[in-house]
């Protein structure tokens, strides 16, 4: 197994990051993830939280002899479910891959929380396993290009949303939005 994790702080308070967070997706700097579909959505009634369940879907260029091991394509799905906690201003998102995860599963949690009056802590991490037992060697280079993968997406990710909270910022200043 291998694993993946980082944090940073956001200097955007928690309400603002929560209203970015549903606006990352479509983003030029993310082209891997082409479709975003809402599945189910509710509120529960006692407690204020708000359940969102989705679908990604992403376009992922697996190396060759991935492809040739496991067959497959270049298309691929994740399901994420999201909590948000107005009361207690935490955001908690669960995702993992529905694509070839009979041969590997990447589990994802990310967290929002505040930090400070405008500022936002956000930590993520992952775990990446290959099942392939009888492969031990081929199952580790799997996960350990996987674990890169998700790295270089990661990075992606909080450039892109980097600049959707910037461009909220502006449309809340009234001021006029540029395109990254």
């Known amino acids: 197994m291998h694993f993946f994790s980082q944090s940073f702080q956001y200097d955007h308070p928690w309400s603002h990051v929560v209203i970015g967070m549903w606006r990352k997706y479509p983003n030029p700097k993310c082209t891997h993830v082409v479709s975003v579909d809402v599945v189910d959505r509710s509120v529960d009634p006692q407690t204020g939280i708000i359940r969102t369940e989705r679908i990604l879907g992403c376009k992922q260029k697996a190396p060759r ?8 394509s270049e298309d691929a799905f994740i399901r994420e479910i999201c909590f948000v906690d107005p009361a207690t201003q935490n955001t908690t998102i669960t995702s ?4 070839l995860s009979q041969f590997a599963s990447c589990y994802e949690v990310v967290r929002y ?7 936002t802590a956000f930590t993520q991490t992952a775990e990446i396993q290959a099942r392939m037992a009888l492969w031990r060697s081929a199952a580790d280079g799997l ?3 996987l674990c890169q993968r998700f790295e270089q997406n990661a990075q992606l990710g909080k450039t892109a949303f980097t ?6 910022s502006e449309e809340r200043l009234g001021r ?3 395109a990254a």
Do not use: C, Q, Y
């Open 143 to 145: 996960e350990k290009w």
């Open 96 to 99: 993992v891959n529905l694509s």
């Open 176 to 178: 006029p939005v540029m």
């Open 113 to 119: 929380t505040p930090s400070s009056h405008n500022r």
């Open 65 to 72: 002899w991935i492809v040739k091991l496991f067959g497959g």
């Open 163 to 168: 600049d959707v909270l910037r461009a909220l």
